[in-house]
């Protein structure tokens, strides 16, 4: 038998500090990999978010586009009638939105008009978040409005409410429109 010798012991020590070595370049690899992945994943969400919100701005454009360009035609109406009549036309009565932010995730439509809103129904885009669902096929009187929970989530893509109701309850093509962007909650 042969006796152990200092350089046997030296070369197991070598060999242990080099399996440990190895089993440290292993383990750093493998985190390194797990951190990369993490941060890749964080930055797509990211992006998502990003891509959510810039279509939240460009349908809130869309809509200022929108109501500015029916203000222009509802100008150009009242001179034309203005031009044929001599005098401008008495209007007759017109439902009117207003849609106001009340606290936590609860929005307030009410008719701002002097007339009566008939079958009012409100919806929003599938990604808004509606926990109690929204009002549907209501009647509203002047200074009167219903009110509803709304929350726009990280992936929101259009915030806007679209309101529709017909301005007499047998004609249905009176029927009308108003879109406007869920308003931001007021800072207290």
């Known amino acids: 038998m042969?006796?152990?010798?200092?350089?046997?012991?030296?070369?197991?020590?070598?060999a242990v500090a080099t399996v440990i070595a190895l089993a440290g370049v292993a383990l750093?690899?493998?985190l390194s990999?797990?951190?990369?992945r993490r941060e890749r994943e964080r930055t797509q969400q990211e992006a998502e978010r990003a891509r959510a919100g810039a279509e939240r701005a460009e349908h809130a454009a869309a809509l200022g586009i929108d109501a500015l360009t029916r203000i222009a035609e509802s100008i150009e109406g009242l001179e034309r009638r203005?031009?044929?009549y001599g005098f401008l036309a008495q209007r007759a009565g017109k439902a009117a939105w207003s849609l106001t932010h009340?606290?936590?995730?609860?929005?307030?439509?009410?008719?701002?008009?002097d007339a009566?809103?008939?079958?009012t129904t409100v919806s929003t885009d599938a990604s808004v978040i509606t926990p109690d669902g929204l009002p549907a096929s209501l009647d509203v009187p002047p200074g009167e409005g219903a009110a509803f929970r709304a929350e726009i989530g990280p992936l929101t893509t259009d915030a806007t409410v679209t309101v529709v109701w017909a301005e007499s309850p047998q004609d249905e093509s009176s029927r009308r429109s108003w879109r406007y962007p869920l308003p931001e909650a007021s800072p207290h």
Do not use: C, K
Not at 33 to 36: G, I, P, T, V
Not at 102 to 113: E, I, P, S
């Open 116 to 119: 009566v809103a008939y079958a």
């Open 82 to 84: 203005r031009a044929e």
């Open 33 to 36: 990999l797990r951190a990369e």
């Open 102 to 113: 009340d606290a936590g995730d609860v929005y307030r439509l009410t008719n701002t008009g």
């Open 2 to 14: 042969q006796a152990w010798s200092w350089e046997a012991t030296a070369t197991l020590i070598q």
């Open 28 to 30: 750093t690899f493998y």
